[in-house]
């Protein structure tokens, strides 16, 4: 496989799996377990999350993360949509 799409697939992945964990961090305050476990989970999460994220930016490059990132500003998803 070419290094460069190794890359932006990986990228993709990893931004992915950090939307996932940020979102799973909204779930422990309403699972019962001890309140520091709580705490701890959450804060190691966003954590976890956040790094993800920007290592999953680097590697897709700045040309492809500053296109995703004008589509989501300017609501062009949202119209094809409407079409459909």
Known sequence: MDKKKWKLKFGIVLISI?????LMSFAFPFVSMDTKLKITLTTTFLIAGEVMFWVGTI???KDVYLKFKSKLKSGEWLEKKKED
Do not use: P, T
Request: charged share 0%; aromatic share 12%.
């Open 18 to 22: 950090s939307m996932v964990i940020f």
């Open 59 to 61: 590697l897709i490059g």
